[in-house]
């Protein structure tokens, strides 16, 4: 019985080696951000997918369940798995008031295959939206702009 | 300074095109679209499906969240996981309800590995964009555009014209409240009557 029960165990551990993972207590400061727009660059380069000129796009993706993620000051991005012990971050809801804001968020941080991870726990400051660069960009995309 | 703009809006909408490098390990026999993405590489390849959160912590509910977790896919070859970061359908979804339908299960995706550092700093990895999936064995492949099913479902109150996207009540909700710049409604209205 014992056998067979740790034969599952190395079975569960090879199909999914982030089981033995632990995770690290991170405290960061950044911008929820759509990263499916700011990895593939379909709407534009890094400083036009961010923002206030690209909120509206931000909010699109974050409805379709498109993950969020946690962009740093240094360039870093923490993909968000949990929001508040929230796990269902990609409903299309828990994130659509956050989305764009500049805050600073607590959690657990995981990293696997070049990918970093943030379990967030507590939103402990919400500066809002601080990047206005819809005053050099305009709505990206352009068709985000009212009655488009 | 609005030529500017215009000129840094237009150079950055370009330069997907120019960042494109087409082919990676896994493009063999891939019959993936081609968006032109930073980084692109068609990919098809073996992986069991799982969400992002079980996979790095053991907190694995038996349907995956449902649609409602990020999903990856942990790649047979290399046992490397992948973020599925969207679906193939070019309409601001994610795939979680499909990839869903097969957790815990073995299948053949292919796709798009997404991102390139040298463009965008910050990222580790590449993202996938998944555009079909099927069952190992199995002959049928299947599209990842089953969310604007699952959302009628969802908000059958929202039917109408235009994509689904405008008429996501969270998303209106959200407008209504703080702009389509999220700066407040006269932040909008300034703006839109400077360029208008």
Not at chain 2, 35 to 61: H, I
Request: with cysteine.
């Amino acid at each position: 019985m014992l056998r067979t029960l740790l034969a599952a165990g190395a079975l569960a551990l090879s199909a999914f080696p982030g089981l033995a993972a632990n995770g690290e207590r991170v405290t960061v400061t950044g911008e929820v951000i759509d990263s499916w727009c700011y990895y593939s660059g379909v709407m534009g380069g890094p400083d036009a997918v961010t923002g206030s000129a690209h909120h509206t796009c931000a909010l699109w993706c974050a409805a379709g369940g498109i993950p969020v993620g946690l962009l740093t000051e240094e360039g870093k991005i923490y993909m968000v798995l949990k929001w508040a012990n929230n796990d269902k971050v990609a409903d299309g809801k828990t994130m659509l008031s956050v989305q764009s804001h500049q805050l600073v968020a607590d959690g657990i941080h995981y990293e696997r295959d070049g990918i970093d991870y943030i379990l967030v726990e507590e939103v402990s400051s919400d500066e809002g939206i601080t990047l206005h660069n819809h005053e050099d960009y305009g709505f990206v995309p352009p068709f985000a702009q009212p009655g488009q | 300074m609005k030529r500017i703009a215009l000129l840094l809006a237009f150079s950055a909408l370009a330069a997907p095109a120019l960042a494109q490098d087409g082919e990676g390990p896994y493009s063999a026999n891939s019959e993936a679209k081609s968006w032109s993405l930073f980084g692109e590489e068609k990919a098809r390849f073996e992986a069991k499906v799982t969400d992002a959160l079980c996979a790095l912590t053991g907190d694995c509910p038996a349907d995956c969240g449902a649609g409602e977790r990020p999903m990856a896919v942990i790649r047979k070859d290399d046992n490397k996981m992948l973020l599925v970061n969207k679906s193939g359908a070019p309409n601001f979804t994610a795939a979680n309800y499909r990839l869903s339908e097969f957790c815990n299960q073995d299948v053949e995706v292919d796709g798009l590995l997404v991102g390139d550092p040298d463009l965008t700093p910050g990222i580790g990895a590449k993202v996938y964009q998944v555009q079909l999936i099927r069952a190992v064995g199995s002959e049928e492949w299947l599209k990842t555009n089953l969310y604007t099913k699952q959302w009628a479902e969802r908000y059958p109150e929202a039917k109408g014209k235009g994509p689904w996207f405008k008429r996501d009540p969270n998303v209106k909700a959200e407008i209504e409240k703080n702009g389509y710049f999220g700066l407040g409604l006269d932040a909008d209205k300034a703006w839109l009557e400077e360029n208008q």
